[in-house]
């Protein structure tokens, strides 16, 4: 429980300090909180990948003032398509060899295209808004690389230094 408290911390740093870079638009964001997900996942599996997304996303919108708020729903629903999309391939994937990065970046997909369902089905009910999909899923690509490398960087380093969960 401990390691997860401190996942979910790191988790939950990661999306503030975030929130503070200049990014392009303020709908995109780099999806660095979700290199604890992929640390849960791969060393502590599913469940706990599932809890940290869960409760990083709880505790970052609390923190951010966006709980219960348009925000915190669309976070949401895109955290859960994107835990699930990481369980999958990663249960999945140990046979097909996915790495850490095309895990992160079908995360990323999972996470702006759940958003845009969201969105068209809540706000916006216009078919021309999907036109945008593509430009937020090229930001998906590349902040899922991002990721995907730092995650893999990071859990190389602790399995190379035997820390144990």
Known sequence: MAIIALLVGLGVVLHRLEALLPLPTPWVKLGLA???????????GFRAALEVTLLRILLGSVLGGTFLS???FLSLAGGLASVGIMGLLYREGRHRAFSL????????????????VCVFFLFIHQNVFFNLLPVFLTFSLISGI????????ITQHLANEKISF
């Open 34 to 44: 979700n290199i604890m997900t992929l640390i849960a996942l791969v060393f502590l």
């Open 70 to 72: 348009p925000t915190f």
């Open 101 to 116: 990065v095309g895990i992160s970046v079908a995360a990323a997909y999972a996470h702006t295209t759940a958003i845009f």
């Open 146 to 153: 991002l990721t995907g490398l730092l995650a893999n960087s």
